[in-house]
């Protein structure tokens, strides 16, 4: 069974910086299209960037030019990192991993900006 981690986050000031790390036990890992969403209290969950397996990457709006993913398939990790944080940022941060009709998800790691 799939296994994602996630770590990295924490609380941080407007206009700050934070990188989160997903640390995926995927036999096949380099097959995945490995992406981050988040969930901000009341919302629902969405997309905030994925890099497929061929390293193409894709942001919403909101992060483009802040928000950087990266992968590591040799050690199979998905990594976000952050900057110019801002308050609409805070959101509960997920790991995910998506091949065809397989799916999985990190527990989750808490990021909050605040001014």
């Known amino acids: 069974q799939a296994q994602l981690v996630e770590s990295g986050g924490g609380l941080v000031q407007t206009g700050g910086s934070l990188r989160l790390s997903c640390a995926a036990s995927i036999s096949t890992f380099s097959t995945y299209t490995m992406g981050w969403y988040r969930q901000a209290p009341g919302k629902q969950r969405e997309l905030v960037a994925n890099?497929?397996?061929?390293?193409?990457?894709n942001y919403v709006d909101s992060v483009k030019g802040r928000f950087t993913i990266s992968r590591d398939n040799v050690k199979k990790t998905v990594s976000l990192q952050m900057t110019s944080l801002k308050s609409e940022d805070t959101a509960v941060y997920y790991c995910?991993?998506?091949?065809?009709?397989?799916?999985?998800w990190g527990q989750g790691t808490q990021v909050t900006v605040s001014s």
């Open positions: 890099i497929n397996r061929g390293g193409i990457t």
């Open positions: 995910n991993a998506d091949r065809a009709f397989l799916r999985y």
